[in-house]
């Protein structure tokens, strides 16, 4: 669920940072470049914050 929180959250955050790109015309393929970044930082991101920490052995 938390997981699910966070891309929902970050694919917000890309949406509106692509369109304020598109806004202030910044050429596009810089805005594609701009969201794949930002969709991989997410992804680690979400992963990194709602891993299961391993049991200690």
Do not use: C
Not at 9 to 16: D, E, T
Not at 39 to 47: D, F, N
């Amino acid at each position: 669920m938390s997981f699910g929180l966070y891309a929902i959250g970050f694919a917000i955050l890309i949406a509106g940072l692509t369109y304020a790109a598109y806004l202030v015309h910044m050429p596009a393929h810089w805005i594609v470049v701009g969201a794949i970044v930002l969709l991989g930082v997410g992804i680690l991101s979400a992963v990194k914050a709602t891993r299961q920490k391993d049991p200690s052995e």
